[in-house]
């Protein structure tokens, strides 16, 4: 029977390694399979995008569009974080639109939405995708 040191010694090692697969993987060579390029947005545009596209899974997103709602999200966060119950429900309603926001961004650079899941496996799925996210657009004329 296995120590319980050793144990936590190989599940540390499996946890750790186990996205690198993942991170050294390709993303498909040619031109994006997502569609066109995500456009440019401001601030008030990344907003409008973020609640218009709410459960929209497809297509891309911009770095702008992306971290403007990024940016948006943590400031209503940070304060609604003072009123519990207030929280709990905007937390719940900006599920599925963050995730689909996630995604789309990840389209953009020609990986699929799935990849997300990587966040799971910390610290080093969710250091891939944070590097992701701020990886300029792919596209064959891009390379």
């Known amino acids: 029977m296995m120590e319980s040191g050793t144990a936590t010694l190989l599940m540390i090692l499996i946890w750790i390694l186990l996205p690198i697969p993942f991170v050294l993987m390709r993303a498909p060579a040619g031109a994006n399979r997502f569609g066109e390029v995500g456009r440019p947005m401001g601030f008030g545009q990344a907003i409008g995008a973020f609640f218009s596209n709410y459960f929209n899974f497809s297509g891309r997103a911009s770095r702008s569009e992306f971290w403007w ?3 948006f999200l943590f400031i ?3 304060i609604v974080s ?3 119950l207030l929280g ?3 937390t719940l309603g900006i599920f599925f639109p963050s995730i689909a926001l996630a995604a789309r961004r990840l389209h953009d650079i020609n990986r699929s939405g799935w ?3 990587l966040s799971c496996l910390f610290p080093i799925g969710t250091i891939v995708l944070i590097v992701w996210y701020c990886t300029a657009p792919r ?3 891009a390379g």
């Open 115 to 117: 990849f997300q899941l």
């Open 69 to 71: 709602a990024i940016l």
């Open 139 to 141: 596209d064959a004329a």
């Open 76 to 78: 209503v966060n940070t």
């Open 88 to 90: 709990a429900v905007w």
């Open 82 to 84: 003072f009123i519990p």
